[in-house]
């Protein structure tokens, strides 16, 4: 995904991360135990990830089926003390995208890293403050852990201009908060154009920026809604972020929030979909839809689309 620049994406988001606190940061056991009390999990198999993996002590978790969860985990480990914690697995309705979440600690960050994580230092980074260095990282040991998982060719993801550029015969997206990196990766003969997003709870910035990424028609159907308002309307917000995505390997330039709208929510199953506004190119025609799914996770949510 290119990063914003002068925009009104560039800004709530900014907004949103500049009024972000750190929470304490809660060591071992899977993401998904915490957002679902019912699942049951296994921590007692220990697994081992490939070389130059070996540092991260992983566990094979068994979870029940939990059908209205996004992520499926199937491996826990962690790689203290800059990652407290981390997982990997599929996602629900995607089976063939597999997903890496990481919880990470930046007052622990170092550029020494770099090389613990066989991780080359992008030129990109040279002036960059401790905190983006730290979610480059984070996010950088995610793809390495799926790539390697996966037996790619390569377990570098690259970039160029600020875009991720995969290894050749693969597709994924990043995304990072404060705390926490989330990728997702395909084969790209999976056919799938993968758009993953997370954000940390800010309700406050939420309702003082509706109206930069939210149409009255939208506002009304969140609103109608058994979530608590600002909660949908984040879930919005991250939405159109994994659609902005998705769709820039296809579009390949800016297109702002009123490209698309939510015109369908499922909060049994968590789904919901965006139906676009406008012709982006000429496969992506007015009244084409995206359907995701959605999923919130201690003080965050996640939003993904394939």
């Known amino acids: 995904m290119c990063e914003k620049t002068i925009d009104c994406f560039y800004l709530v988001q900014q907004l949103i991360n500049n009024t972000l606190h750190d929470g304490l940061a809660k060591r071992g056991g899977s993401f998904i135990q915490d957002a679902n009390k019912n699942a049951t999990l296994d921590l007692n198999s220990p697994y081992l990830l490939p070389a130059p993996l070996r540092y991260a002590q992983d566990q094979q978790i068994q979870t029940q089926p939990m059908t209205t ?56 980074l040279t002036n960059a403050v401790a905190k983006r260095r730290a979610e480059y990282l984070a996010s950088r040991y995610c793809g390495q852990v799926l790539l390697a998982q996966a037996q790619a060719n390569s377990t570098i993801i690259g970039t160029h201009e600020r875009v991720p550029q995969w290894p050749a015969g693969w597709r994924g997206s990043i995304s990072h908060s404060d705390k926490y990196a989330l990728v997702v990766i395909a ?12 954000e940390q709870w800010q309700p406050e910035v939420m309702l003082e920026t509706t109206d930069m990424f939210a149409s009255s028609d939208e506002q009304q159907l969140l609103s109608s809604l058994s979530l608590p308002y600002p909660q949908a309307l984040l879930t919005l917000f991250s939405a159109k972020e994994s659609l902005y995505k998705s769709q820039w390997p296809e579009v390949r330039r800016y297109f702002d929030f009123q490209a698309a709208k939510v015109t369908h929510v499922d909060e049994a199953e968590q789904r919901f979909t965006l139906t676009l506004t406008e012709t982006l190119t000429p496969k992506l025609k007015c009244g084409t839809t995206f359907s995701g799914s959605y999923m919130f996770l201690n003080d965050a949510v996640i939003t993904c689309i394939g």
């Open 187 to 198: 084969p790209e003969s999976a056919g799938l154009m993968p758009g993953i997003d997370i």
């Open 69 to 124: 969860t996004l992520l499926c985990p199937t491996h826990t480990f962690d790689a203290p003390p800059f990652i407290l914690r981390a997982e990997s697995g599929s996602i629900r309705h995607l089976p063939a995208l597999t997903y890496c979440l990481v919880e990470y600690d930046r007052a622990h960050y170092s550029d020494a890293l770099f090389q613990r994580f066989s991780q080359p230092f992008p030129d990109a």
